[in-house]
Each structure stands twice: as structure tokens, then as C-alpha cells.
């Protein structure tokens, strides 16, 4: 059994910063944490920021120059720096873990608010 544990996030003010956390426990082998996305009411998931099996990462064109992901692997936890915060990137946060391709794995989302 895999738990992805979330932690950061918040209320911010526009122009503001954040670090979101996901710390991978249970069963660890063979996991890879590859990613964050977000979504908002009535809105499909989005992938905002993610890792390439190359080990390049990828950003959503919204996000690009203003969040940062990154990760220890040797302590298994992921991380999202937000910086520049602004309303339209207030959502549920959520971080992904996969094995393989047979198992899927998500954090239990956090919110995030850009807002005065």
C-alpha cells in the first residue's frame, strides 16, 4: 500500500509564495513520483507541472516561469514551488505517483488560494 502525504498551501495574497510537499510511505518500490496537478469546480484535473522519463520536467504554458517542481528521491517527497501566486491558480492541488504501468497513486489535495 502507497500513501502520497500532502502538506503546504493555503491563502496567499497575489504576487505571493508557496511550497507544496508530497511525501510517498507504505510499500515504495519501483514508485516514481512524476508530477502535481490541480483542479477547480467543475473542471477536469490538469496536469501543471511534471517530470519526463528523460528526468526534464514540463510545465503547463500558465505556469511556466512562475512554479518550480522538483524532488529528493532519496527521501522519496516531491515538491512545488509557486511563486508570482495569482487568482486564476486558486484549486485543489494534487500530487501523482506511479508504478509502472499498473498502478496509479494520488495525494489527498490541498487547497490553494490566490486572493486578497
Known amino acids: 500500500q502507497v500513501q502520497l502525504v500532502q502538506s503546504g498551501g493555503g491563502l496567499v495574497q497575489p504576487g505571493g509564495s508557496l511550497r507544496l510537499s508530497c511525501a510517498a510511505t507504505?510499500?515504495?518500490?519501483?514508485?516514481?513520483?512524476n508530477g502535481w496537478y490541480r483542479q477547480v469546480p467543475g473542471k477536469q484535473r490538469e496536469l501543471v507541472a511534471g517530470f519526463t522519463r528523460g528526468g526534464g520536467t514540463n510545465y503547463s504554458e500558465s505556469v511556466k516561469g512562475r512554479f518550480t517542481i522538483s524532488r529528493d528521491n532519496a527521501k522519496l517527497t516531491m515538491y512545488l514551488q509557486m511563486n508570482d501566486l495569482k487568482p486564476e491558480d486558486t484549486a485543489v492541488y494534487y500530487c501523482h505517483a506511479d508504478r509502472g504501468p499498473w498502478y496509479d497513486y494520488w495525494g489527498q489535495g490541498t487547497q490553494v488560494t490566490g486572493s486578497s
Open positions: 507504505g510499500s515504495l518500490f519501483a514508485i516514481n513520483l
